[in-house]
C-alpha cells in the first residue's frame, strides 16, 4: 500500500519535533493522536468518546468511536443496545465497549487551530518532564553552561537541553557574568513548577568547592582521599577538611599538588578565595587545633554535652585565631560543629584565679572556717561541700596540715550544711506544692524538685508529660551561630540520657506505660 504525502510529512513532522525537543517519538503521535481526538469530537459532539490511531510506520489515521452495550438506549451517541452490538461482536455483552469505525472527514478552521494548541501543549509538558528527569538526578553534580542573560543580579545559564538559574547571592561576591561567557555552578536543587522545572545552581556553596577538588585531584575521585567537612566564606576564605583511607598518601599535600597547582586551580575557579586545607582528626580537640591553623593553641577544654571548647591561644595570637572580623574562628566553628571560645593565656588565667577565690569563699561560709582552710581544700582541688561531706577521711586527714580531728570536724560541717540546704528546699518544695511522690522517681534531687515547682511540674503524670528538651532543653544552630533554649533543669549538671530515663520512669509510675521486662532491659543493655 503506497503512503500518501500527507501521511509522511505527517510522520517526518514527528520525527523532527522528538528530535528537536529530545523526546520520544511516541510521546509527539499521542499528543497528535489526543489533538485529532479533540477535533473529532467537535465534529460529532463532545460526549462522543472518539478514538484517534496513527500508524507509526505509514500514518495513516483511523478513527472510532466507543459505545458501550446496553438493556436499554438514552443516548445513541455513547450507548448501542445488545441486538445491535451482536452484529458487530455475537459475544458481546452488556457492559462491553464496541468500537465503531467512522469515516475521515475534514477538519475546519477552529477544530485545527483547537488541535494545534493541544499538540503544542502535550509536547511542551513531555519537554518540561523530559527536563526534569534528566537534571533531578545530577542534583550535587558541577554542570557547565553558557550565559544567557542577567535579570536582577540573577544569571541565566543555557544548559544545552534546559536553562538553569543561579541566583544573586549564590554567586560569589564581586562576580560578574556577560551572555556568552562559560560557567561552571554546582546543582543544589530541582523542582517542579507550573512553569517548568527550575533548576537552582550555586557558586557559593560549601559542595561545590569539594566538588572542584574532586575534579582536581584524582585520589578524591578515587575515594582514596575523603573531603569531611567544608565551611567557606565565599570569595574571600574557606577551610576543608580532609582525610586519606591510605596512610602512604598524605591527604593534605595530594590536594595541595606540585608547587600547588591543584589548589590553584580551585583558587582561581573561585575567583582567588583563599582555602585552608586541613587534615581531619576523629579526636575532637585535635581537629578543633588543626581547624585553627595558623594560629597556635596551647591548651583546650571540652564541654562535649553543649558542643562547646574552650581555647587558650598566646596573647600573641588572639587576633590571629580569631582572624579579620571573627572569620578564622567562624570557620573553624563551622568546619568542626563545635561552638569555639578563644582565651589568651592571660585571661585563662584571670579566670582561674577568679574560680578558686570563689571554691574559697564559698568553703569559708559554708563550713565557718578562715580563709587559709578555705584555699587549702580549693587547693587540693575539691570543687563543692559535697565533695568533701562524701571523700574518705583519710584523703582529708592527708592534705597537709590537717589530723583526722580536724578531717572528721570538716566533714561533719559539710554534712550540716549539706542538712540545712536539703530543708530548705523541701520547705520550697512544699511550698510550691510538688508532690511527694516525685521524689520516689530514680534520680530526682531536691533542687530538681524545686526547679520543677517554678515550671509548674508538680506531679508524676506532669512529669510523664515532659519532653527531654523541656528539662534540659535544646540547641539550634543557624548560619554558624548555635542558639541554646534553657530547659526546666538548666544549670543542674545532667544528661539527655538521664533525663529521658527519668520521663520515663515517670510514664511506668503513670500507667501510662508499661515497665519493660527484665530479659528485655538486659537485651537492650549495651555489652560491657
Known amino acids: 500500500m503506497a503512503v500518501s504525502a500527507n501521511r509522511l510529512e505527517l510522520l517526518q513532522i514527528a520525527d523532527a519535533t522528538a528530535r528537536e525537543k529530545s523526546i520520544p ?6 499528543a497528535i493522536e489526543e489533538s485529532l481526538q479533540k477535533a473529532a ?34 443516548n445513541d451517541s455513547t450507548q448501542i443496545n445488545l441486538a445491535d452490538a451482536h452484529k458487530k461482536n455475537p459475544a458481546a455483552q452488556v457492559g462491553d465497549w464496541i468500537a465503531e469505525t467512522l469515516p475521515p472527514f475534514d477538519f ?33 553534580e558541577i554542570v557547565n553552561g553558557v550565559v544567557k542573560r542577567a535579570e536582577y543580579g540573577n544569571v541565566i545559564i543555557d544548559l544545552g537541553r534546559g536553562e538553569a538559574i543561579v541566583r544573586r547571592d549564590e554567586l560569589i561576591p564581586r562576580e560578574t557574568f556577560r551572555p556568552g561567557d562559560r560557567v561552571r555552578a554546582y546543582v543544589y ?68 599538588g606540585m608547587r600547588g597547582s591543584r589548589v590553584q586551580a580551585v ?26 591553623q595558623p594560629a597556635e593553641v596551647v591548651k583546650v577544654v571540652l564541654d562535649e554535652d553543649s558542643s562547646r571548647i574552650e581555647v587558650v591561644v598566646p596573647d600573641d595570637q588572639l587576633s590571629l585565631a580569631i582572624g579579620r572580623r571573627g572569620q578564622n574562628v567562624r570557620l573553624a566553628s563551622q568546619l568542626t560543629g563545635w561552638d569555639i571560645d578563644i582565651l589568651t593565656e592571660a585571661e585563662e588565667s584571670e579566670r582561674r584565679q577568679k574560680e578558686f577565690a570563689e571554691r574559697s569563699k564559698a568553703f569559708m561560709e559554708a563550713l565557718d572556717v ?13 570543687r563543692s561541700v559535697e565533695e568533701l561531706a562524701f571523700v574518705e577521711l583519710d584523703e582529708l586527714a592527708s592534705i597537709e596540715g590537717f589530723d583526722a580531728e580536724t578531717a572528721e570536724e570538716i566533714q561533719n560541717r559539710a554534712r550540716e550544711h549539706l542538712a540545712r540546704i536539703e530543708a530548705e528546699l523541701d520547705a520550697r518544695r512544699l511550698e510550691l506544692g510538688v508532690a ?18 517554678e515550671n509548674d511540674v508538680k506531679t508524676v503524670e506532669d512529669l510523664a508529660g515532659c519532653a527531654t528538651d523541656d528539662l534540659v532543653g535544646w540547641s ?29 520512669a515517670a510514664r511506668v509510675k503513670a500507667g501510662w506505660v508499661e515497665a519493660a521486662a527484665p530479659a528485655e532491659a538486659d537485651a537492650e543493655a549495651p555489652e560491657a
Open 436 to 453: 511527694d511522690e516525685l521524689r520516689e522517681i530514680d534520680g530526682v534531687t531536691s533542687v530538681m524538685l524545686v526547679k520543677f515547682g
Open 25 to 30: 517519538r511516541e510521546v509527539v503521535l499521542a
Open 189 to 256: 536543587d530541582v523542582r517542579r513548577e507550573a512553569r517548568g522545572p527550575q533548576i537552582f545552581m550555586s557558586r557559593t556553596h560549601p559542595q561545590f568547592m569539594a566538588k572542584l577538588f574532586a575534579q582536581e585531584v584524582p585520589e578524591i575521585y578515587d575515594g582514596i582521599i575523603e573531603v569531611k567537612s567544608v565551611a567557606r566564606d565565599p570569595g574571600s576564605r574557606a577551610k576543608i577538611a580532609v582525610i586519606s583511607r591510605d596512610s602512604s598518601i598524605d591527604p593534605v599535600g595530594a590536594c595541595v
Open 108 to 140: 475546519g478552521r477552529i477544530p485545527a487551530q483547537s488541535a494545534k494548541q493541544v499538540i503544542v501543549q502535550k509536547v511542551r509538558d513531555a519537554e518540561r518532564d523530559r527536563q526534569y528527569q534528566e537534571f533531578k538526578d545530577r542534583i550535587g
Open 41 to 74: 469530537r467537535s465534529r460529532y459532539g463532545q460526549e462522543t468518546e472518539v478514538r484517534a490511531e496513527i500508524n507509526p510506520k505509514t500514518g495513516e489515521i483511523r478513527f472510532s468511536r466507543l459505545l458501550q452495550v446496553v438493556d436499554l438506549v438514552e
Open 267 to 292: 583558587v582561581n575557579e573561585l575567583q582567588g578565595e583563599k582555602i585552608d586545607i586541613i587534615p581531619w582528626s576523629a579526636d575532637a580537640a585535635t581537629f578543633i587545633v588543626n581547624a585553627l
Open 476 to 504: 539550634e544552630r543557624k548560619d554558624g551561630e548555635t542558639t541554646k533554649h534553657a530547659g526546666f533543669l538548666d544549670g543542674i549538671e545532667i544528661s539527655r540520657d538521664e533525663a529521658e530515663a527519668m520521663i520515663m
Open 370 to 382: 578562715d580563709e587559709v582552710v578555705g584555699q587549702l581544700l580549693a587547693a587540693e582541688g575539691f
